[in-house]
């Protein structure tokens, strides 16, 4: 089916807003979009969070074609992304598997692509261009996406730098201030839970002389307050402590680490006479619309946050950056100046315009979607801790539901995903999952290497159905007693043989 007629409906709608600047077009504009975003809910019988009794189920297909395209909404023919997903290459299965893996990336929300559209075709200035309508209309539209980002995590508009998403904002952030502190503050901390981007940066600075604190976790992967202050020196300049953990789910205190720095962290370098406290960063991107987060009442001073880990597109991130008190860093890239000067090069509006609808709908559905990704979690951890012997729930059992971490002890957790081919898992951080070394997250939390690389990471979303959790659930449940009744190991546990008496051969 072509993609032609689509196309030009939204193009039609984009030319609404093409002509002279003023309040009827811009009143045509808003109907436009209104009517479209009508029309593709309506083609996707999609109904509002506020409505949850008419919510439709986004999969309705028989467990056994739940293989294939099963983790794919139910679309009428004419939906576009079914047209897509029809003319795209792919193996001669026509299949694709369940999807499970959301702390590595989401579907993009199909109303942030409506939100797209019109400045991929039709409304295509340059943000930047202060001289005509072409770049006033862009510049109003990423302002706005500001807006509402800033209104996901409490902050003014004024304060989001964008950038090429998480990995930019976490090397802007550490990089960036320890830099600009450089000659009297020497000493940054983090946890040796982070994601790879900020123990890499931290890894830099050690490389350029700057002393570095990596923080141990407990059992649970929180940190113990009593390290941070323990660490704290006069010339630390920046703590760099995860929001939510992308492998574990833990929620870290930000806000009792934020008034720590504010009153133990201040006093020592005013003693030292080396000016304010350190800066509070931390890495928000699986945080961000899945948890409440206010930037003022946690303390923090800057914040990184990604798009397409809360149904946005690709390629667009943020960083939080504090006015009042102001935060001083030093740019990483220098060009023209935009973003406040912290970040120079031209922006994408239709990726700003993407990450603010997704940031609007996370902060206006957030607590449907807790609540949804809440209950299939609990349905999928409850079955499979009944159904199977010896799993261990890895990480705070209050952190983050839609991250839920288990290792299936005496097998292997790289078998177990060769086994589970209809179903998108991930046995860690998507970063270093090319990786066959266990995951260093869970070696933090104490585990050794048998039960690291046994481990699964299922991450639940906005479009996760019941339907796929039961179906994961039995072909798990399948696969481990499958694979257990293969191996040595566990038929020396049945048999009461305890495993670490065992001296084994080099």
């Known amino acids: ?278 800066m509070f960063h931390t890495d928000a991107a699986q945080a961000a619309g899945k948890i409440a987060i206010d930037v003022n009442k946690m303390g923090v001073d800057l914040m990184s946050l990604s798009s397409h880990k809360i149904y946005g597109p690709k390629g667009i991130g943020a960083c939080y950056v504090r006015r009042r008190p102001r935060v001083r860093l030093e740019p990483i890239i220098n060009g023209g100046g935009q973003e406040r000067g912290l970040r120079s090069g031209t922006l994408a509006p239709q990726l700003v315009v993407g990450f603010g609808e997704a940031a609007r709908l996370a902060h206006q559905e957030r607590e449907y979607d807790y609540a949804h990704v809440s209950a299939l979690a609990a349905r999928l951890r409850n079955r499979l801790l009944a159904e199977i012997e010896c799993v261990l729930v890895n990480g705070d059992p209050e952190g983050y539901p839609g991250c839920t971490n288990l290792s299936f002890q005496y097998i292997e957790g790289e078998s177990l995903l060769m086994a589970l081919k209809d179903i998108c898992l991930s046995s860690g951080s998507a970063c270093t999952s090319a990786s066959l070394e266990p995951s260093y997250v869970l070696r933090a939390l104490g585990l050794d290497d048998e039960n690291a690389h046994s481990s699964l990471r299922f991450g639940i979303g906005r479009f996760t159905t019941e339907e796929e959790v039961d179906y994961v659930c039995e072909k798990i449940i399948k696969v481990v007693h499958k694979l257990r009744e293969l191996s040595p190991l566990w038929e020396m546990v049945q048999e009461g043989i305890d495993l670490k008496t065992i001296q084994w051969s080099g």
């Not at 479209?36 to 506020?50: E, F, G, W």
């Not at 943000?127 to 539209?141: I, K, L, N, Q, V």
């Not at 998403?165 to 502190?181: D, I, W």
């Open 1 to 278: 089916m072509s993609l032609a007629p689509r196309f030009a409906r939204l193009a039609a709608a984009a030319r609404v807003g093409g002509g002279a600047a003023g309040s009827s077009s811009s009143s045509s504009v808003s109907v436009s979009r209104a009517a479209t975003a009508a029309s593709v809910a309506a083609r996707r019988n999609y109904t509002s969070p506020s409505q949850p009794a008419k919510m439709a189920t986004p999969v309705d297909v028989a467990m056994e074609t739940k293989a294939g395209r099963g983790s794919t909404q139910k679309v009428m023919n004419n939906d576009i992304i079914s047209e897509v997903l029809h003319q795209a290459p792919r193996a001669s299965t026509a299949q694709r598997p369940i999807y499970l893996d959301a702390q590595s990336t989401t579907p993009m929300d199909p109303r942030v692509l409506d939100a797209m559209m019109p400045f991929m075709t039709n409304q295509y200035g340059n943000p930047h261009s202060r001289t005509h309508a072409y770049g006033w209309e862009s510049e109003s539209a990423v302002e706005k996406a500001r807006e509402h980002i800033a209104q996901l995590i409490g902050a003014d508009p004024k304060e989001i730098i964008f950038t090429s998403g998480a990995t930019e904002s976490n090397n802007m952030s550490l990089k960036g201030v320890a830099h600009f502190y450089g000659q009297k503050k020497r000493h940054v901390i983090t946890t040796q839970t982070e994601h790879k981007c900020v123990l890499d940066s931290a890894r830099k600075l050690q490389d350029e002389g700057f002393d570095v604190t990596y923080l141990p976790v407990q059992p649970n992967g929180l940190v113990k307050l009593e390290d941070v202050e323990a660490a704290l020196r006069p010339d630390t300049s920046v703590v760099s402590i995860m929001a939510v953990n992308n492998e574990i789910g833990v929620i870290q205190p930000l806000a009792q680490i934020g008034e720590l720095l504010k009153t133990k962290g201040a006093a020592l370098a005013k003693e030292a006479g080396l000016g304010g406290k350190p």
